[in-house]
């Protein structure tokens, strides 16, 4: 019996399954895209949920109760830990777009690139002759015209549009695959997805997915 191909989706609140508008409520597990992902993928593969509120990539977030965001420091245990790994899906950025971290979309496309694209696909297995495939997510565009995203992600709106790109290309120049999530729905606070945005995410990684490891 073949074992099953192992997925991991490494990313932030939405990843999570946060509830938007809500003060840190989760989605039940089969609203989430990643457990829709794994119904429709059925007993061959297993998707491997590395979901965090408020992950960056590496930014450090100086609230006390917001101690690990940093992305980078726990990718490499992550990926030892569920190790073999046949695909990895990174879906982040968005945080790194609030405006106290005051950063480009430029500067959060090189940190993604070389904290995670270059990690990712230059990390053998442990224990097969293998290097996970990796599909990078530009994430959805910020609403800055809801009161949470006017108040913590000022001018945050331009630059997640610019980032699709950048992580377009991105993608192209590591030959890695990548998904447009940028017109996927969010809700009232502007950021997290909705119940509808949830199942949009995962029919579009579930298509990709089959062009990857079918």
């Known amino acids: 019996m073949n074992e099953p191909k192992r997925i991991l989706c490494y990313g932030d609140s939405n990843t999570w399954g946060f509830i938007p508008g809500t003060q840190f409520h989760r989605y039940e597990p089969k609203e989430r ?7 429709s993928l059925g007993n061959n593969f297993e998707v ?3 979901g965090l509120n408020g992950r ?5 977030d100086p609230r006390p ?3 690990g965001r940093n992305g980078s420091t726990y990718l490499v245990p992550c990926l030892d830990s569920h190790d073999p790994l046949d695909l990895v899906i990174v879906m982040l950025g968005t945080t790194e777009l609030k405006e106290m971290f005051h950063n480009t979309p430029e500067h959060v496309g090189e940190t993604l690139e070389k904290y995670f694209v270059k990690v990712i696909l230059n990390k053998k297995s442990q224990f097969r002759d293998t290097i996970p ?13 809801t009161e949470f995203a006017s108040q913590l ?3 945050a709106a331009e630059k997640s549009r610019k980032l699709n790109m950048i992580y377009k290309n991105i993608a192209e120049r590591n030959k890695c695959h990548f998904i447009d999530a940028k017109n996927i729905d969010v809700g009232t606070d502007g950021i997290h997805l ?3 945005g949830h199942k949009e995410l995962a029919e579009i990684i579930l298509k990709e997915i089959k062009s ?3």
């Not at 895209?33 to 119904?39: S, V």
């Not at 960056?56 to 450090?60: G, H, K, M």
């Not at 495939?133 to 015209?145: F, G, H, R, T």
């Open 48 to 50: 491997i949920v590395e």
């Open 56 to 60: 960056t990539i590496t930014s450090e």
């Open 212 to 214: 990857i490891l079918l």
């Open 133 to 145: 495939k990796l599909c990078i997510i530009s994430p959805p565009i910020v609403n800055e015209k």
């Open 194 to 196: 909705t119940k509808k």
């Open 65 to 67: 109760n917001m101690i």
């Open 33 to 39: 895209w990643t457990t829709i992902l794994q119904k």
């Open 153 to 155: 992600f000022k001018g």
